[in-house]
T-cell receptor
């Protein structure tokens, strides 16, 4: 079955340090990939998405993600983390065919140390 | 432009009761999707509506139902509540009828079943 895996449940980084959140997917064809962020008490917000083309995509808030077909990965990166980036991050994939379904990973909780 | 609104924000029910949650999409958005978020199962897709028609459905029992009105507002109903239905229910709206379009999420309704 198609799935999305986020191996890291919790990650702690210092403010100003770089960040990489991992996401792996299991799907036969090229998936439609997304990263969402959920801040405390807030709804989910789309950071970026990948459908096709350039495998390095830029998003909002200084985030970027790289699609690597050979590794079935879509990792989220940020060169310098700000305290306001503390939140939960979700990788998601839309599986097309037979009715589109948006499938989320289990999320990675990011803590930023000042 | 106002964001997605969900009412009520918090709800406490007892087992066996039924509940109706409401979602008002962003003005002009015609697609509404519903998600259930729990610590154990994470974010799961419930269903998507467009132009008053259910277009996609997740793997939830028939106790979970929804509808969309002509003004694009949507309601979700859960009958015969079970303890496991305690969750944050998120609604998202988008312009067009595809989960590939950016979805804008509301803050959610926190349902507690006692």
């Amino acid at each position: 079955a198609q799935s999305v895996t986020q191996p890291d449940i919790h990650i702690t980084v210092s403010e100003g340090a770089s960040l990489e959140l991992r996401c792996n997917y299991s799907y036969g064809a090229t998936p439609y990939l997304f990263w969402y962020v959920q801040s405390p008490g807030q709804g989910l917000q789309l950071l970026l998405k990948y459908f096709s083309g350039d495998t390095l995509v830029q998003g909002i808030k200084g985030f970027e993600a790289e699609f690597k077909r050979s590794q079935s990965s879509f990792n989220l990166r940020k060169p310098s983390v700000h305290w306001s980036d503390a939140a939960e991050y979700f990788c998601a994939v839309v599986i097309t065919g037979g009715g589109n379904k948006l499938t989320f990973g289990t999320g990675t909780q990011l803590k930023v140390e000042l | 432009k106002a964001g997605v609104t969900q009412t009520p924000r918090y709800l406490i029910k007892t087992r066996g009761q039924q509940v109706t949650l409401s979602c008002s999409p962003i003005s002009g958005h015609r697609s509404v999707s519903w998600y259930q978020q729990t610590p154990g199962q994470g974010l799961q897709f419930l269903f998507e509506y467009f132009s008053e028609t259910q277009r996609n459905k997740g793997n939830f029992p028939g106790r979970f139902s929804g509808r969309q009105f002509s003004n694009s507002r949507s309601e979700m109903n859960v009958s015969t509540l079970e303890l496991g239905d305690s969750a944050l229910y998120l609604c998202a709206s988008s312009l067009a009828a595809s989960l590939l379009n950016e979805q804008f999420f509301g803050p959610g309704t926190r349902l507690t079943v006692l």
